[in-house]
């Protein structure tokens, strides 16, 4: 037997790790058992296998978590725990059984120590532990093993102290020891209320770092997915998220990497515009909401109701709102997105009577068919399918169209 290393631990199948046996059982009660039944498997004629081999799949933070660990139990149980290494420690510890029942305080009682000061300490040890919950290989133990929503919450209570942007109808379910092992999103006492003020939104860039799982379980406790989102701040924060997520990306890998977290929180923030309504938004803001928003895939649903909240405002909206490019970067059937224009004209003509609000949009047009009659992409049906949107009660006369047919023709 080697004098340096008598077990083989290979992790997730991409790194081998030489240890001692007796060094890393008296820490992990999980190890322990698997060099137990290895050796009941081999030793047939009695006699101990001169290295244990142990395969682990699916382990926490990978080899770099391993590593970790292994530095713990050749320290003797000593190991420098911060924000950043936190969450993978713990869950570490967890998944390998690092009790007190093998050692005095033993990896899953110093970070769990360590994670009720984060609880009750200041914002960024919060984020960052939160950070460190989305890497790669530790989310899903995090998660099932409730720190998530542990970090969530905690991150709620601050937001609530600090601004009372939230408030919560339960005191207990804004406390971090309520949330344990993640039970269902309508099994939680989450019934929060959201107050709006520029002074709520302090906490907006720090949130926008994480990741949009992340993003997508506090929208779940907060207990706005699927349901119409009644608070502002928080549909504000939304499209605040992800628009910054669309601005830091210089590559689509991330994001499609995500496209069903993006996708559902992008529908979140429709409905809670939607919600909101008018009086909320403007219709130029609208508009940025549908720019933004377009980059993801949004449900049909989504999209009718916000073409349907700003067709109904198309009175107010001005020329630079309406020449969006066409979807996809794909410019053979033209360079604007004219079936958007023909949707948002089909929902005004169809809500708004007001002869006054009639003819505002119908100088609009006119001004859009000359701005969009140079495309020579545009296809006459579409050019046509615009000016033919409106009735004839919305222009006094008709010299903008003939003025933008010309041009079309040339």
């Not at 420690?89 to 305080?105: A, N, R």
């Not at 609880?119 to 995090?142: M, R, T, Y």
């Not at 429709?270 to 895939?297: D, H, I, Q």
């Not at 009577?353 to 009639?358: A, D, I, L």
Request: proline share 3%.
């Amino acid at each position: 037997m080697s004098l340096f290393y008598d077990l083989r631990i290979n992790i997730n199948g991409e790194y081998t790790f030489f240890l001692n046996q007796d060094v890393i059982s008296k820490y992990s009660g999980s190890v322990r058992k698997m060099i137990k039944q290895r050796k009941k498997k081999t030793n047939k004629n009695n006699k101990d296998p001169e290295v244990i081999t142990i395969e682990i799949d699916e382990f926490p933070g990978g080899p770099d978590g391993f590593e970790l660990v292994s530095r713990f139990c050749y320290n003797n149980g000593g190991i420098s725990i911060d924000v950043s290494n936190v969450s993978t420690l713990y869950c570490c510890s967890v998944f390998l059984g690092m009790t007190e029942k093998l050692c005095f305080s033993n990896l899953l009682t110093q970070a769990e120590t360590f994670l009720e000061e984060v609880f009750c300490g200041s914002w960024n040890d919060i984020v960052l532990s939160l950070k460190n919950c989305e890497q790669e290989q530790v989310f899903l133990h995090a998660d099932s093993y409730g720190l998530v929503d542990k970090l969530i919450f905690s991150a709620l209570t601050k937001i609530s102290r600090s601004s009372e942007a939230f408030s919560s109808s339960s005191p207990s379910s804004s406390s971090p020891s309520s949330a344990k092992n993640t039970p269902e999103p309508d099994k939680r006492l989450t019934s929060w209320t959201i107050s709006c003020g520029r002074s709520n939104e302090w906490w907006f860039d720090d949130m926008s770092s994480l990741s949009p799982i992340i993003i997508l379980k506090l929208i779940r406790i907060t207990g706005a997915y699927k349901t119409n989102v009644k608070s502002l701040v928080l549909t504000k924060f939304l499209l605040h998220y992800l628009k910054t997520r669309l601005q830091t990306k210089s590559n689509k890998t991330e994001l499609m990497r995500n496209k069903l977290e993006y996708s559902e929180l992008a529908d979140t923030a429709v409905r809670g515009v939607v919600s909101a309504g008018k009086t909320a938004f403007s219709c130029r803001k609208l508009f940025w909401v549908l720019r933004v928003l377009s980059s993801f895939s949004l449900s049909r649903e989504s999209k009718t109701g916000l073409e349907t909240l700003i067709g109904e405002m198309l009175d107010q909206a001005t020329l630079d709102d309406l020449l969006i490019p066409a979807a996809g970067g794909s410019r053979e059937s033209g360079f604007y997105n004219v079936d958007l224009v023909k949707r948002l004209l089909k929902v005004f003509v169809r809500n708004i009577e007001e002869e006054s609000k009639m003819k505002e949009v119908g100088r609009l047009i006119d001004k859009y068919l000359r701005e969009i009659s140079p495309d020579q992409n545009l296809k006459v049906s579409k050019f046509l399918g615009v000016a033919e949107s409106l009735p004839d009660s919305a222009r006094d006369c008709f010299d903008g169209v003939y003025r933008a047919i010309d041009i079309y023709l040339q």
